[in-house]
């Protein structure tokens, strides 16, 4: 079955700065990689996700990019705030409906003010 | 997306007892999912709930354990059986309505604590 592996556990970056978290999945057919966000105590939300038919996604401060070929992708915040501390899972599954995703170990994203 | 309604939010039981969680969604969804959460964990999937069939359990998870219900297509119940203070973890439905909408949205999590 699929594998994600998730980098790093833990990331502190000053206010103001990049945090990039990177991700790497084991199988080729999977074609639809999202980002949870997941506060404190909270459910995880769906912050961006992105299909195997396009290479990097924007929206605001978030992007994320798609190395198809390397079977990796990458979530970039820029001008971190501190509402963006949280927990930050990647995911990856097969499909465009109804199959099972496989989350990533999880990113703990700390913003130091 | 949709809105799952979760509940209980939280729950302390006793060891050898069950405790059977309910979600509820605003619309349709074709697919359900059970996944247990330990604290500062990822989450694992437990079993899919197939609407009118038996649910799909994964590796590591048994019907006898964690027997499921999906009697229609906006609700599901999750009944963790004869529990041990190993249970105790955070449990989360999450729906995916298919096709070409391919989010997944969760339900808020039950926080449970056996003693």
């Known amino acids: 079955g699929e594998n994600v592996e998730q980098h790093p556990s833990t990331l502190s970056v000053q206010e103001g700065d990049s945090a990039v978290i990177k991700c790497t999945y084991s199988?080729?057919?999977?074609?639809?990689f999202p980002w949870y966000k997941q506060e404190l105590g909270k459910r995880p939300q769906l912050i961006i996700d992105?299909?195997?038919?396009?290479g990097e996604k924007k929206d605001q401060r978030i992007a994320v990019t798609l190395n198809k070929t390397a079977k990796h992708f990458s979530l970039h915040i820029t001008e971190t705030q501190p509402e963006d501390s949280a927990v930050y899972f990647c995911?990856?599954?097969?499909?465009?409906?109804?199959?099972?995703?496989?989350f990533g170990t999880g990113t703990r994203l700390t913003i130091i003010p | 997306s949709a809105v799952i309604s979760q509940k209980p939010s939280r729950d302390i039981c006793q060891r050898g007892t069950s405790l059977t969680i309910q979600c509820q969604v605003d619309?349709?969804?074709?697919?359900m999912f059970w996944y247990r959460q330990q604290p500062g964990q990822s989450l694992t999937l437990i079993a899919t709930?197939?609407?009118?069939?038996?649910?799909?359990?994964e590796s590591g998870f048994v019907i006898d354990k964690f027997p499921i219900s999906r009697p229609n297509l906006t609700f599901s119940t999750l009944t963790v059986s004869n529990m041990s203070p190993e249970d105790s973890s955070i449990y989360l439905c999450?729906?995916?309505?298919?096709?070409?909408?391919?989010?997944?949205?969760f339900g808020q999590g039950t926080r449970l604590t056996v003693v």
């Open positions: 709930a197939n609407q009118g069939s038996e649910a799909t359990y």
């Open positions: 992105i299909r195997s038919n396009v």
């Open positions: 999450s729906g995916v309505r298919g096709a070409e909408n391919t989010e997944a949205f």
């Open positions: 199988d080729s057919a999977s074609n639809y």
């Open positions: 995911a990856a599954k097969k499909g465009f409906g109804n199959e099972k995703l496989t």
């Open positions: 619309s349709q969804v074709t697919m």
